[in-house]
T-cell receptor
Framework: GQNIDQPTEMTATEGAIVQINCTYQTSGFNGLFWYQQHAGEAPTFLSYNVLDGLEEKGRFSSFLSRSKGYSYLLLKELQMKDSASYLCAVSTGGGNKLTFGTGTQLKVEL | DTAVSQTPKYLVTQMGNDKSIKCEQNLGHDTMYWYKQDSKKFLKIMFSYNNKELIINETVPNRFSPKSPDKAHLNLHINSLELGDSAVYFC?????????????FGQGTRLTVV
C-alpha cells in the first residue's frame, strides 16, 4: 500500500525558518511533490524532487532522500501569507497518480 | 484565461439526487483527474483519464461515473447521493508525456448533501 506521513500542525514566527517533514512508503516512485493549499482554494505546486538532494526556489527549498523515504520542505523568512496547508505527494504508476499525505497546517504568528 | 475550470463551485443537494460536476482545461494536457478532499482535508485520487481513456480507477462506489467527451473535458456524475459524499471535489490535469510534472488543479466544487 501507500503510506505518507507528515505532522498535522505546526506554528512558527514571522521571519523565522520552518521545516516540514514527510516520510513515505510507496510501491513505485516517480518523484515527490510539495503543494501549498490556502483555505478554500486549490492546491498549487511548490516543488518537485526525483533525485536525492536539495532543490532551492526562492524562500522555499525541498530535500529528498530516496533511500530513507524522506523529504522536507524548508520555508525561510516566513511571512503571514505562508499560513496554509502544505501537502506532500508522491507520484507513482504510469498515470502519474499522486498519493497525498494528510497535509501540515502551518500557522505563522507575529 | 483559467487553466482548469470546474462548475459549479458550490453544490447543495438532497440525499438520493443525481448531480454532475463539469471540468474543462485549456492547457492542452492529455491527462485529467478527479480528486476528493474530505472534511479532514485529506486529498485522494478517484479517477484519471488519458486522452478520453480511463487509466486510474481507485476504489470508488460505482455511483460515481466519470465521462470524458474529449481530452479537454472530464465530467463527474454522481447517482443517488449520500451524506458521506459531502466533500470538495477537485479536477486536475497534467501533460501525459511528462510524467514528472506538476498537476494543475481547478478551484474545487464544494458538494454538500443534506
Amino acid at each position: 500500500g501507500q503510506n505518507i506521513d507528515q505532522p498535522t500542525e505546526m506554528t512558527a514566527t514571522e521571519g523565522a525558518i520552518v521545516q516540514i517533514n514527510c516520510t513515505y512508503q510507496t510501491s513505485g516512485f516517480n518523484g515527490l511533490f510539495w503543494y501549498q493549499q490556502h483555505a478554500g482554494e486549490a492546491p498549487t505546486f511548490l516543488s518537485y524532487n526525483v533525485l536525492d538532494g536539495l532543490e532551492e526556489k526562492g524562500r522555499f527549498s525541498s530535500f529528498l532522500s530516496r533511500s530513507k523515504g524522506y523529504s522536507y520542505l524548508l520555508l525561510k523568512e516566513l511571512q503571514m501569507k505562508d499560513s496554509a496547508s502544505y501537502l506532500c505527494a508522491v507520484s507513482t504508476g504510469g498515470g502519474n497518480k499522486l498519493t497525498f499525505g494528510t497535509g501540515t497546517q502551518l500557522k505563522v504568528e507575529l | 484565461d483559467t487553466a482548469v475550470s470546474q462548475t459549479p463551485k458550490y453544490l447543495v443537494t438532497q440525499m438520493g439526487n443525481d448531480k454532475s460536476i463539469k471540468c474543462e482545461q485549456n492547457l492542452g494536457h492529455d491527462t485529467m483527474y478527479w480528486y476528493k478532499q474530505d472534511s479532514k482535508k485529506f486529498l485522494k485520487i478517484m479517477f484519471s483519464y488519458n486522452n478520453k481513456e480511463l487509466i486510474i480507477n481507485e476504489t470508488v462506489p460505482n455511483r460515481f461515473s466519470p465521462k470524458s467527451p474529449d481530452k479537454a473535458h472530464l465530467n463527474l456524475h454522481i447517482n443517488s447521493l449520500e451524506l458521506g459524499d459531502s466533500a470538495v471535489y477537485f479536477c486536475a490535469s497534467s501533460p501525459r508525456d511528462r510524467l514528472n510534472t506538476e498537476a494543475f488543479f481547478g478551484q474545487g466544487t464544494r458538494l454538500t448533501v443534506v
